[in-house]
């Protein structure tokens, strides 16, 4: 495995702003996911995030409220955008290596919480 | 279409008790993966064993074991000797092979372990 941090760990941020998370791995990825955790429940996978391309989003997740980049093999962000209360959540970065085994690793998480 | 199912949502147990984590699945592949995720009160997701449809031998490291039914479509998730550091949110997942596939999550079950 690798390195994965995420910026910042945790924010508590006001309804109708947006928040960007940040995500570095210290080794180049074939993957990178966004994924959302509720209170209390799964995560669920918000969209594959696309080096030099638009990200590939789940359904019930559009672009205009989640925003991502992806600008090379090692890095990319989540924009959570005009927030509601509804948002707060853990968001979760993950990847996949290219060795090929499918093991999928997450990073720390972002702790959301919106008033 | 994949399911993962946790039927146990909260086990809590005493120091030093043996505890089991049932994990049931579904899928239409022959191939496939399933995977244990152990979350912590920090909040990240770590990552503890991924077993290959093909392989089904179990696996012990340490404490932790793991029991690959495919008749019965369980990977079930045994802690012997539990520890209070084994008190967390754990998660089972299923990938089909591909490399655009990914993860189902079941729902998690929260152990906590008692001093």
């Known amino acids: 495995s690798a390195v994965i941090s995420q910026k910042p760990s945790r924010d508590i941020c006001q309804r109708g702003t947006s928040l960007t998370i940040q995500c570095q791995v210290d080794s180049q990825v074939t993957m990178m996911f966004w994924y959302r955790q509720q209170p209390g429940q799964s995560l669920t996978l918000i969209a594959t995030a696309n080096q030099g391309s638009e990200a590939t989003y789940e359904s019930g997740f559009v672009i205009d409220k989640f925003p991502i980049s992806r600008p090379n093999l090692t890095f990319s962000t989540l924009t959570v955008s005009n927030m509601s209360p509804e948002d707060s959540s853990i968001y979760l970065c993950?990847?996949?290596?290219?060795?090929?085994?499918?093991?999928?690793?997450f990073g720390p998480g972002t702790r959301l919480t919106v008033t | 279409a994949q399911k993962v199912t946790q039927a146990q949502t909260e086990i809590s147990v005493v120091e030093k008790e043996d505890v089991t984590l049932d994990c049931v699945y579904e899928t239409r592949d022959t191939t496939y993966y399933l995977f244990w995720y152990k979350q912590p009160p920090s909040g990240e997701l770590v990552f503890l064993i991924r077993?290959?449809?093909?392989?089904?031998q179990n696996e012990i490291s340490g404490r932790y074991s793991w029991n690959f039914q495919k008749s019965t479509s369980s990977f079930n998730f045994t802690i012997t000797a539990s520890q209070v550091v084994d008190s967390a949110v754990y998660f089972c997942a299923l990938r089909r092979a591909g490399a655009n596939s990914k993860l189902t999550f079941g729902k998690g079950i929260t152990l906590s372990v008692r001093p």
């Open positions: 993950s990847v996949l290596f290219p060795s090929g085994v499918y093991e999928q690793y």
């Open positions: 077993r290959n449809s093909f392989d089904e």
